[in-house]
Structure formats: C-alpha cells, structure tokens
C-alpha cells in the first residue's frame, strides 16, 4: 500500500499559481501512473491530470489543460501540479492518487491509493 500526502494548498487570487505536492511512502513510485483529482463543495469528484509511471504519458481535464503541468520526481517519491492562471472555480480540495501501471487513467476506479487532500481557495 502506498500513503501518499499533499501539500501546497493555501488561499490564492485569480490569475495566482499554485504548486501542490504528493510525498508517497511505503512503495517506490515508479512503477504507478498518478493522478490528481478534485472535488469542490456539493459537487462530484473530478479528474484533472494524470502521469504515467515513466512520465512520458500525460493527460489532462479539458477545464485545466492549458494552465496545470503534473509532473513526477520518482528519485523523490513525488508528483506536482503546477497550476496557473486559477480561476475561481478550480476552488476544490485536492486529491492525489496512485495506481499500479496505469497510464493516464482518468478514472477514480484505477487508483487503489489516495492521499487526505488539500484545499485550494481561488477568491476573485
């Protein structure tokens, strides 16, 4: 089992950035695809970005695509989401999560591990 742990929320206004953070331990995480989700208040979990296990694979949530990078450090244990450009509505707590072998998994069913999340607050 992988305990993964964010970091980096925080309060931000629009058009700010945000650098989050995914420390994992237990397992090394080269040999699981990432991914970040969010779930905003009343509203259903969502994707927004995922990375293979090798980085060489990347996926996005159409809503993000042009202002998040993920990106992984696996000498470090750890996966980011560099967000630009935060409106409003990114408003959401943050969810990393790890699945074994997957690639670009946009789906919450492909990941068995999940961190306790991060709140990021864009005011306008």
């Known amino acids: 089992q992988v305990q993964l742990v964010e970091s980096g929320g925080g309060l931000v206004q629009a058009g700010g950035s945000l650098r989050l953070s995914c420390a994992a331990s237990?397992?090394?995480?080269?040999?699981?695809?990432m991914a970040w989700f969010r779930q905003a208040p009343g509203k259903e979990r969502e994707f927004v970005a995922a990375?293979?296990?090798?980085?060489?694979?990347?996926n996005y949530a159409r809503s993000v695509e042009d202002r998040f990078t993920i990106s992984r450090d696996n000498a470090k244990n750890t996966v980011y989401l560099q967000m630009n450009s935060l409106k409003p509505e990114d408003t959401a707590v943050y969810y990393c999560?790890?699945?074994?072998?997957?690639?670009?998994?946009?789906?919450?069913?492909?990941?068995?591990?999940w961190g306790q999340g991060t709140q990021v607050t864009v005011s306008s």
């Open positions: 999560a790890a699945g074994f072998g997957v690639v670009g998994g946009t789906g919450g069913h492909n990941y068995g591990s």
């Open positions: 237990g397992r090394t995480l080269s040999s699981y695809g």
């Open positions: 990375i293979s296990y090798s980085g060489r694979t990347t």
